[in-house]
């Protein structure tokens, strides 16, 4: 397989470019929380971003992106499970 030099950089190279800023941006946001932020909300957006992760894995190293119908079903289920996931962590904060 020739690498497509009109489009840019490789779809995997940026898969892995766009999972290391992502890993970057979770490791920034627990880093946040020693310096005050509310666990409540670095742990939403450590869930989101570990979402958005997710679906990388799945549209590019997985080809999920050529079946559009399952990367939506998988990213559907995936974030139905981050959210009770999200839920399940959150309750205490709610009813304390």
């Known amino acids: 397989m020739e690498p497509n030099i009109k489009s840019g950089a490789n779809p995997l190279l940026r898969a892995w470019i766009w999972l290391i800023c992502l890993s970057a941006g979770s490791a920034l946001v627990s880093f946040a929380v020693t310096q005050g932020v509310q666990r409540q909300l670095a742990a939403s957006v450590i869930v989101l971003l570990a979402l958005a992760k997710a679906r990388i894995i799945l549209a590019q190293y997985l080809r999920l992106s050529q079946a559009p119908g399952w990367l939506r079903g998988v ?6 499970f981050c959210l009770a996931v999200l839920g399940l962590y959150l309750i205490p904060f709610l009813t304390a």
């Open 75 to 80: 990213t559907l289920v995936i974030g139905l």
